[in-house]
């Protein structure tokens, strides 16, 4: 499995965003001259969908596109093409984003996730703790060139996220899906939260998995372009990446094989009562569909997606505790508090 770094960076948006870049930039380079995934992205260069979310990021979330201009910066190349790249899941359905996430709602709330990816950014992520003026402190798996928060994350302020794609279609003008979810990273509540979802022109689609140590819920969250569900999860349930709320699940989207079967079988060992139905990790370490597994490590995955790490967290109400595995069978690579690592041995801070 991929190795994974740790890193803290802090200042203002343009400089964090400056330094992921630079975390990024060698990855990014190798990968954009040759990745059929980024060329497929430019196609959209100029075109009036891609301005208009330009516009309107830079208009609804300014503290955002500051942190987009240092990302271009730091990664150097052009901010089209890197605004472009953060838009990848709006533009294009079959982006490589995949994941799988287990939902526990009660007392101690826990989101087991694994975070599945283009196998070409293996060994280059990160879990970075951010500290931005003027806004909230948090921790989250990074993947190059990319703005956080559309993986996993955990925030100072109480806030745990886990996201899936959804391959949506009909996708309408609106703020790109990336740029929202890394503006959720600064609400200090489920209700701020949910709101700006709601009041926020949506662009593609996200399924999210959302709780906060200040209330009682663990919510299941489903939104695109056309619509907008909330379900709260009051038992074990688990969510590949296709919609499957009453609002979403018949809009146009497209459900690959791997993401119908990875839901089929993750149902299945949650409704039983093996060794696979007693702990979120077995879910997803499962290879029990050998052509589809929940645990992705093929070069040839059908999806052309691999495991890129596992996260394990517990929502507490007075702090929220998380490991990140590279293997969700092996011992966590991080254990984390809040949106910090409390026994990180390799720790190391980005220059600004």
Not at 18 to 37: D, I, K, N, V
Not at 87 to 103: H, Y
Not at 176 to 191: C, F, G, I, K, Y
Not at 326 to 338: A, G, S, V, Y
Request: proline content about 6%; glycine content about 10%.
């Amino acid at each position: 499995m991929p190795e994974l770094t740790y890193f803290e960076i802090q200042g203002a948006p343009f400089e964090t965003g400056r330094a992921l870049g630079r975390f990024g930039a060698a990855a990014m380079h190798g990968y954009a001259r040759q990745s059929p995934a980024w060329a497929s992205v430019l196609h959209h260069r100029g075109t009036p969908l891609a301005e208009q979310m330009a516009a309107l990021a830079r208009t609804r979330f300014p503290r955002v596109w500051d942190e987009l201009q240092g990302l271009a910066a730091g990664l150097e190349l052009p901010f089209e093409d890197v605004f472009l790249w953060n838009c990848r899941g709006d533009l294009w359905a079959m982006a490589p984003d995949g994941c799988t996430t287990v939902q526990e709602g009660g007392g101690v709330r826990r989101i087991t996730h694994n975070e599945d990816g283009d196998p070409a950014f293996a060994g280059c992520c990160a879990i970075a703790a951010i500290d931005v003026e003027g806004g909230a402190a948090f921790a989250s798996f990074v993947y190059p060139g990319s703005l956080p928060g559309h993986t996993f994350a955990v925030t100072e302020d109480g806030l745990a996220m886990a996201v899936n794609n959804l391959r949506c279609l009909n996708v309408r003008p609106g703020v790109p899906r990336m740029v929202l979810t890394r503006a959720l990273l600064e609400a200090t509540s489920l209700d701020e939260a949910l709101q700006v979802l709601r009041s926020t022109e949506r662009a593609g689609g996200f399924h999210l998995t959302l709780a906060h140590r200040n209330a009682p819920e663990l919510l299941s969250v489903e939104f695109s372009s056309q619509a907008f569900s909330v379900v709260e999860i009051s038992g074990r349930a688990l969510h590949a990446n296709h919609a499957r709320h009453a609002p979403l699940r018949d809009l146009p989207q497209i459900v690959t094989g791997s993401s119908r079967h990875r839901q089929q079988r993750g149902d299945a060992l949650l409704a039983g009562d093996g060794p696979g139905a007693a702990d979120p990790l077995h879910v997803l370490a499962d290879h029990g569909d050998a052509a589809f597994p929940i645990l992705r490590t093929d070069p040839a995955d059908s999806d052309g997606e691999n495991t890129m790490a596992t996260v394990d967290i517990l929502v507490g109400s007075s702090h929220i505790e998380w490991q990140v595995h590279e293997h969700p069978m092996q011992p966590p690579r991080f254990h984390m508090i809040d949106g910090h690592a409390s026994n990180q041995k390799s720790r190391r801070r980005h220059s600004t």
